[in-house]
Nanobody
């Protein structure tokens, strides 16, 4: 399984950006998918995840600003990010899990004026 993330960019504080993660097979096969991020000198942390059925979960730091969604027909996971802050600067990874866990290659988001 391959996960291809896209949407990297440089954004000013307060701006918005959407990340996409396309899976090489049907995302129906996964129990869940999510976005994680790793900032400079930090560990990889959960941003948001969404199970195959049920509600999404968000890190407290992004609640109300980020929205995770999935388009099953396009085998794609999204992360809509708004009101971005400098502390959101990180490499963002998409992940999917079921019988195994899969990771995308990471995409860099930089929030800076």
């Amino acid at each position: 399984v391959q996960l291809q993330a896209s949407g990297r960019g440089l954004v000013q504080p307060g701006g918005s950006l959407r990340l996409s993660c396309v899976a090489s097979r049907s995302i129906f096969s996964f129990n869940g998918m999510g976005w994680y991020r790793q900032g400079p000198g930090r560990q990889r942390d959960l941003v948001a995840n969404i199970p195959s059925s049920g509600s999404a979960n968000y890190a407290d730091s992004v609640k109300g600003r980020f929205t995770i969604s999935r388009d099953n027909a396009k085998n794609t996971l999204y992360l809509q990010m708004s009101s971005l802050k400098p502390e959101d600067t990180a490499v963002y990874y998409c992940g999917a899990w079921g019988a195994s866990t899969y990771w995308g290659q990471g995409t860099l988001v930089t929030v800076s004026s």
